[in-house]
């Protein structure tokens, strides 16, 4: 929303006429009705509010406004009643100034809407709390009371007041409303007898007759048809948008609030009721005997109703419109009345009736919201007078209006002029002296005690003898004919003696606001306003408590022969009164101007402003405030708006404001004498300057507004991006809390199922446990149970015929066995190992135990056998044996040999004279002599050798004589290589280096091969420092021949030369022995 801070902003045309540019009467109406055609309706001069009437409801009352309008200085927002409102509440309540608010216009301008809003506002304003709302309450409510009975349709205005009012507010010193006292002034009572065409009577006969219920109209003895009612006026009876019924419950509930009592509205309403029975008395005409015109009231219905109503005794009435009494010292004299005094006398009785009763009921309010206690209080009055008024025809009434007016206007130009001088003092401006037109000539014209008009009507009023209006009229032509604003046909002044528009009956006064021509007719009688004493006696003597007290002076104990002071009289004291009341008040002025005379909203005649502006004295108004400086304003908040036009004073100026805008005016292109610095204020000459200064403002502010939207958007992003980063930060957060909820869920139920399932595997481990041990219990109960049962079962066995069956096989079972042994005792094989005889086996089921019984004994047998054994034979076998473990299965020589026994020595040797030189040669004991073919290298041919072998060698000896030929340390042996064939052939492998295998290695051939390898590898097993000798069983070996390697391959199963064995050099590598298949 926009902010504004100054009138300045966004203004339509300009909302101070003082800045008006150029200033004249056009266009300053051109401003207005620029105004007024956007909805503007209210416009300063300075400060004065200028009021437009919308003739519709705006949207600029709201409580919002109120809001808007509060605390906030004159000139910072549009102007506005409220602004004029707060201005005056702010300085009453915060400077203890007293205020008075005067809204003047004419008739139908907006005066009482203007009036009604400033107690509004300042009732919305000001302190709350219960005393203080039912103050305010009271206060508001008195509105609809004094409307209905002092306010009328006019052809102006269908809520016309017909009375000034005049209420000041009392406020304690926080501000808050204590009560009030209403001043009214001058009700138009004529209109209670009669009413100018296409207007009506007082609101209040209408709210009556259509409001009240059948029930109270009867009680009022009233119908409610207005037709039967000759005060009122039917051709307007019912007004566009007025609810008269909805109205009358309005007043009462309104009168009630006030604090009206019960009684006293109806005694009200009595009142009401008997004005218009009064009106309805008709008298007829009717001569005396002695010629004299008297009158007779035509139907006396109407009388007896009403002073049934009033409690007044009917004849005394009747008498009262008949005759009339006039005291004269000592003297009474009676006179009858003719039918138009009867009427006259009628007519006063109503008015005086009516206008007392509204004199009384101001008092009655006033008595009701009269604040409490004596301390002095603030006073807020607020001034809602009846506006300048010009009719065609314009009468005493009139004449009376214009000249509170003109005292008004008075009053308005003192205290304008007062406070502009005061202003410019206060603020050390030199004061120049302004032209301006004084009215104050026009109130003497009117109100001089000596030759003033009012004191020539009371003058003349006064004086005994005829008294017309024509008489009146003369004098004032005669005294005030030199006046320059009198006017008038009788005045000897030759200027209007040709003046048509000045008829002969007629004066015009040249009142500020422009010609005024008042019918001299009526002057003398209003201003008189005479009541015959008869009626206010008859009235005194009524038994009605409201009426006596409106008619004090027909007390006959309080008979005041002097006559009351006359209308105008009272008026101007009246007036006097304001004034100085006035006077003591700080002013706020609201002026009203009606723009059209249709009540029509949207319209602006444009002759009737001009005429308004100017019988206002708008243009003075202007010319007074502009005399010297149009435009002013303090320091700071010139400062606060002007300051971004020069680069030392913005964006802060540091230091006093005065001197901020000092520097800022210097820097600008503005001349010296176009403003004036004052203590507080810096006076503005021109408006021109001013538009000059707002101009530059407003480009200023442009630029302004496009850096505060950069960095407003700099901040926006930024901020937008915070936020989207804060967010992000709790989302993830968010995020992560979820993610590791389901992280923790998951793995609480994974913990829960290996729980689980190891609670389970426990449990179930526990139950097997358990079960285990019960069994074990179980079995423990039951192994206890059978053995208890066996060892009872075996103790009583013998006494059982059942166990006889198992004893009986046992018993067979053990004589058959008995019987098998002993068979196999007698049935036992011979001794020899060899035997392989054995009983058969008697039974089947003793299969495992006979042949176990048959090893037994054959290693029993071997055993005996073996025992038996020599030391020789012992070793014999022992040969055998392990010729057995060399060649079993692995040479085919081998199973012809195991039956020959190992002898030894085939030679003997020792008992052979032929070797008994070898004998003694040999040093140890000989343990095998044989002779061997010894097989010759080159062509595979043998040659006898006797074989000798010892504990330590092996000899090679020479058959026939015994010559030792070789030998051969057995250490030397390498190994030993057969053939796996039948044949008698081996080699004896020397080991490299040693000292016999210079010659080469053996190779032999002997038929008891078996006995010598074995009993060469015998000595080699027995020698515990030898290593063990090789036995190489192959049919393909090697030989060590001197230098030769010869390979020894054996054939088998080739018969070449019969069935013997024979070798053959095949070439210088191979030795070829064919072995003949033994098969
Ligand atoms: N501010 C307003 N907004 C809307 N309508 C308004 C406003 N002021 C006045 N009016 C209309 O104009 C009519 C006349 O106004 P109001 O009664 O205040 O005039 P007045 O100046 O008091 O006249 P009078 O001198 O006859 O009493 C109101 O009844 C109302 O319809
Ligand atoms: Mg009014």
Redesign the pocket.
């Known amino acids: 929303m926009e902010v504004k801070t100054s009138l300045l902003d966004n203004m339509i045309g300009v909302g101070d006429m003082v800045l008006l540019e150029p200033l004249s009467e056009d266009s300053f109406i051109e401003n207005l009705k620029n105004r007024f055609e956007h909805n503007e309706?209210y416009t300063y001069i300075g400060s004065v509010v200028i009021?437009m009437?919308?003739?519709?409801?705006?949207p600029i009352f709201t409580p919002d406004k109120v809001e808007e309008y509060r605390n906030r200085n004159f000139y910072e927002l549009s102007p506005h009643i409220y602004a004029l409102a707060d201005e005056a509440y702010r300085s009453l309540r915060d400077q203890d100034k007293d205020q008075c608010i005067l809204i003047t216009?004419?008739?139908?301008?907006?005066?009482?809407?203007?009036s009604k809003?400033v107690m509004s506002y300042v009732a919305a304003v000001c302190g709350k709390g219960q005393e203080v709302n039912k103050v305010k309450e009271q206060l508001l409510q008195s509105n609809p009371v004094l409307e209905a009975f002092g306010?009328a349709k006019?052809v102006?205005?269908?809520?016309?007041?017909r009375f000034g009012k005049y209420m000041d507010i009392e406020f304690d010193f926080k501000g808050d409303p204590l009560g009030g006292v209403i001043s009214n002034y001058l009700l138009e009572k004529s209109r209670v007898v009669k009413q100018p065409r296409g207007e009506r009577n007082f609101h209040v006969f209408y709210q009556l007759l259509s409001g009240a219920s059948d029930e109270s109209l009867k009680k009022l003895k009233l119908h409610r048809d207005f037709s039967k009612y000759n005060y009122l006026s039917l051709d307007s009876a019912a007004v566009n948008g007025l609810d008269d019924a909805a109205n009358f419950r309005t007043v009462r509930n309104a009168m009630q609030i006030v604090g009206f009592m019960e009684d006293e509205v109806q005694s009200v309403l009595e009142l009401v009721a008997a004005v218009l029975k009064l009106g309805n008395i008709e008298f007829k005409p009717d001569s005396r005997s002695n010629g004299s015109d008297e009158s007779r009231i035509k139907d006396k219905n109407d009388l007896k109703e009403m002073c049934e109503l009033l409690g007044i005794e009917q004849s005394v009435l009747e008498r009262a419109f008949s005759y009339r009494t006039v005291e004269a010292k000592s003297e009474k004299v009676s006179t009858t009345l003719n039918v138009a005094q009867a009427y006259y006398a009628r007519d006063a009785l109503a008015k005086n009736l009516y206008s007392r009763l509204f004199s009384w009921l101001v008092t009655r309010i006033n008595e009701s919201i009269k604040a409490q206690g004596k301390t002095r209080h603030k006073v807020m009055g607020v001034l809602?007078i009846?506006?300048f008024e010009i009719f065609e025809d314009n009468s005493f009434e009139q004449f009376i209006i214009n000249y509170c007016n003109e005292k008004l206007q008075q009053i308005f130009i003192e205290l304008t002029l007062r406070e502009e001088q005061e202003e410019y003092i206060r603020e050390g401006i030199e004061w120049t002296n302004i032209e301006y037109f004084n009215n104050a000539v026009i109130c003497d014209l009117i109100e001089n005690n000596k030759n003033g008009i009012l004191a020539m009507l009371d003058e003349e009023c006064l004086r005994p003898g005829t008294v017309t209006d024509e008489t009146f009229l003369d004098k004032l032509s005669t005294i005030c004919a030199e006046h320059l604003h009198f006017e008038s046909r009788l005045s000897k002044n030759s200027k209007f003696l040709t003046d048509h528009s000045l008829p002969h009956n007629c004066f015009r006064i040249q009142h500020y606001a422009g010609k005024v021509l008042y019918r001299a007719e009526g002057f003398v009688d209003k201003n008189n306003d005479l009541l015959y004493r008869d009626l206010s006696q008859a009235m005194y003597k009524a038994n009605h408590s409201l009426i006596k007290q409106l008619f004090p002076e027909g007390n006959p104990a309080k008979v005041n022969l002097k006559r009351p002071p006359t209308a105008g009289f009272q008026f101007k004291a009246s007036v006097g009164t304001l004034m100085r009341n006035l006077q003591t008040k700080n002013p706020n002025y609201i002026r009203?101007i009606k723009p059209n005379d249709k009540?029509a909203s949207h319209i602006f005649t444009d002759s009737l402003v001009r005429h308004q502006v100017r019988y206002l004295g708008l243009m003075e108004n202007v010319r007074v405030r502009r005399a010297g400086y149009a435009f002013r304003q303090p320091y700071e908040p010139c400062l606060e708006r002007y300051k971004m036009l020069c680069k030392r004073t913005w964006p802060h100026w540091q230091g006093p404001a005065r001197e901020g805008v000092e520097v800022m005016m210097s820097a600008l292109p503005v001349q010296a004498e176009e403003f004036s610095y004052g203590r507080s204020k810096i006076f503005i000459r021109n408006p021109r300057t001013l538009f000059f200064l707002e101009e530059r403002r407003r480009q200023c502010l442009q630029d302004l507004a496009t850096l505060i939207q950069k960095i407003y958007r700099g901040w926006k992003c930024r901020t937008h991006f915070l936020l989207l980063k804060k967010s992000q930060i709790v989302v993830s957060a968010w995020y992560r809390r979820y993610a590791q909820q389901k992280k923790y869920q998951k793995i609480k139920s994974a913990t829960t199922v290996v729980q689980s399932y190891t609670r389970g595997w426990q449990a179930r481990k526990l139950l097997r446990e358990l079960k285990h041990q019960k069994r074990c219990e179980e079995a423990v109960t039951t192994i206890s149970a059978f053995w208890h049962g066996t060892q009872i079962r075996r103790e009583y066995r013998k006494f059982f015929r059942a166990n006889a069956g198992r004893k009986i096989y046992d018993f067979t079972i053990q004589r058959i066995m008995q019987k098998y042994f002993l068979g196999l005792k007698s049935t036992m094989p011979s001794m020899s190992p060899i035997d392989k005889n054995w009983p058969a086996r008697p039974y089947l089921f003793l299969g495992g135990v006979h042949s176990e019984l048959r090893r037994i004994f054959h290693l029993w047998r071997c055993k005996k056998y073996r025992s038996k054994f020599t030391e020789e034979k012992k070793a014999v076998y022992e040969e055998k044996l392990e010729a057995s473990e060399i060649f079993k299965d692995k040479k085919a020589l081998y199973p012809s040999s195991v039956s020959q026994p190992f002898k030894g020595d085939y030679l003997e040797i020792n008992k052979n004279p032929k070797y008994q030189k070898l004998s003694i040669a040999m040093e140890d004991k000989v343990l095998l002599a044989d002779v061997v073919n010894k097989i010759n290298r080159a062509n595979g041919k043998g040659t006898a050798r006797l074989f000798l072998l010892t504990k330590n060698s092996v000899v090679l000896a020479d058959q026939k004589t015994g010559q030792v030929k070789a030998s051969v340390p057995l250490p030397d042996l390498s190994s030993v290589s057969v053939s796996t064939q039948s044949d008698g052939f081996f080699a004896l492998k020397l080991k490299e280096g040693s000292a016999s295998a210079v010659k080469g290695d053996f190779l032999l051939s002997s038929e008891h091969l078996i006995e010598i390898i074995t009993k060469i590898h015998r000595m080699g097993t027995r020698a515990a420092d030898r290593e063990q000798l090789d036995i190489d069983i192959s049919d393909e070996f090697l030989v060590q021949f001197k230098h030769d390697k010869v390979c020894v391959k054996f054939i088998p199963g080739v018969p070449k030369n019969g069935n013997s064995v024979s070798c053959k050099r095949k070439n210088n590598r191979l030795l070829e022995v064919s072995v003949p298949s033994t098969a």
């Open positions: 309706i009021s009437n919308p003739y519709r409801t705006l216009g004419e008739s139908g301008a907006g005066k009482t809407e203007a809003l306010n006019t102006r205005n269908d809520n016309s007041s809602d009846y506006g009203c009540k």
